[in-house]
C-alpha cells in the first residue's frame, strides 16, 4: 500500500520531448516497475510517433482515453506549463504532478481558480502535485519525477517536504539507518501550490503501511503550522519535524518562490516552536532527521 501511486500507476508524460522530459522519463522507465507504468506521451506536433517506446499523442485527453492512464507528470516550460496541468485537469485523469519551476503566479492563480470552479460545478477533482517539486516515489514500485531512485528502499517510513534536496537528504539518511520508506511526496516550494502538508499528512495517517513520518517544511507561508495543528488532533503516528532556514532574514527570499518571511509566525524558529508545541519531534539540525526518526520506532 502506498499514497496516490503505486507499481500499477499508469501514466502520461506532458512535455516528453523535451530534453528534461526526455532524460527524466528514461529514468522513470528504468526504475522499478516503469516500463509498465510509463504508457503514453503528449506533444500535438509528434503525435503518433514513440520514444522510449511510449507512444505520442496529440492532447492528454486522448492519450487517457486510449492507455486508461490517471495521472500526469509536467515538465512543460515554465511559459506554457499551467496551460499543461489545465489540460490534465479537463481530461478528468486522478493526479498530476508538476515538475515546473517558475511557472508566472498569475497562471498559476488563474488555473486554481479554475480548478475550484470546476470542483464546485460538480466536476472531477484533480489532485495536483506541485509545481516546481521533486515529484513521488513509491519505494521499488514506481518514482515519478526527477528524485535520484537509488537511494530509496521500500519501507513503512512517510516523507514529506517542500524541499527536494532535503527530501533526498530525509530518504538517504533512513535507507542508511536500514529504514525503508513507504512513500516520499515533494510538495514544491512554490507560494500557489497544490497538495499541502497537511493533505500529505492525512494520507500518511490513513495508510495502514507507513508507520512514522518526517515533515520538513521551511520559512515562508502558514502551511506547516495549519498541518502541525491537525496533527495535534488527529496523528495517530509519531512525526519528526525539520523546518529549514532558521538563519534566513526577514523580507529576503531565499531560493523557493514561496520561502519568504512575512510576519511572525513564518520564521523558522516559529514554526519550530508550533511543531513542537503539537506534539513532533524536532530537530534544528537537518543531518539528525533519520537518527530522531529511528528512536521514536
Given at each position: 500500500m502506498s499514497i496516490y501511486?503505486?507499481?500499477?500507476?499508469?501514466?502520461?508524460?506532458?512535455g516528453i520531448t523535451g530534453k528534461t522530459g526526455q532524460f527524466h522519463t528514461e529514468k522513470c522507465i528504468e526504475y522499478a516497475n516503469g516500463k509498465h507504468c510509463f504508457v503514453a506521451g503528449v506533444n500535438p506536433k509528434k503525435a503518433g510517433e514513440k520514444i522510449f517506446d511510449v507512444?505520442?499523442?496529440a492532447t492528454v485527453k486522448e492519450a487517457a482515453q486510449q492507455t486508461g492512464a490517471t495521472v500526469s507528470v509536467i515538465y512543460v516550460p515554465p511559459a506554457g506549463a499551467a496551460a499543461a496541468i489545465w489540460e490534465a485537469v479537463e481530461a478528468d485523469l486522478d493526479f498530476v504532478i508538476c515538475i515546473t519551476e517558475g511557472i508566472?503566479?498569475?497562471?498559476m492563480l488563474e488555473v486554481r481558480s479554475k480548478m475550484r470552479a470546476k470542483e464546485a460545478a460538480g466536476g472531477k477533482k484533480t489532485l495536483l502535485l506541485g509545481p516546481n517539486c521533486p515529484g513521488i516515489i513509491t519505494p521499488e514500485e514506481i518514482k515519478i519525477g526527477i528524485m535520484p531512485g537509488h537511494i530509496h528502499k521500500k519501507g513503512r517510513v512517510g516523507v514529506v517536504s517542500r524541499s527536494g534536496t532535503l527530501t533526498y537528504e530525509a530518504v538517504a539518511q533512513l535507507t542508511e539507518l536500514g529504514i525503508g520508506q513507504s512513500s516520499a511526496v515533494g510538495i514544491g516550494g512554490d507560494p500557489i501550490n497544490g497538495l499541502k502538508h497537511i493533505d500529505v499528512m492525512k494520507a500518511f495517517n490513513d495508510d495502514p503501511d507507513t508507520d512514522?513520518?518526517?515533515?520538513?517544511?521551511?520559512?515562508?507561508?502558514?502551511d506547516e503550522a495549519d498541518a502541525a495543528r491537525w496533527c495535534k488532533q488527529h496523528m495517530k503516528k509519531p512525526v519528526v519535524g525539520f523546518i529549514a532556514g532558521v538563519t534566513a532574514p526577514a523580507g529576503k527570499r531565499m531560493g523557493h518562490a514561496g520561502a519568504l518571511i512575512s510576519g511572525g509566525a513564518d520564521t523558522a524558529n516559529a514554526k519550530l516552536a508550533i511543531l513542537e508545541e503539537c506534539g513532533f519531534k524536532v530537530t534544528r539540525n537537518p543531518s539528525e532527521m533519520g537518527k530522531l526518526l529511528k528512536s521514536l520506532l
Open positions: 501511486v503505486n507499481k500499477d500507476t499508469k501514466v502520461i508524460t506532458q507512444p505520442i499523442y508566472p503566479v498569475k497562471d512514522a513520518v518526517i515533515m520538513i517544511g521551511e520559512i515562508g507561508g502558514p
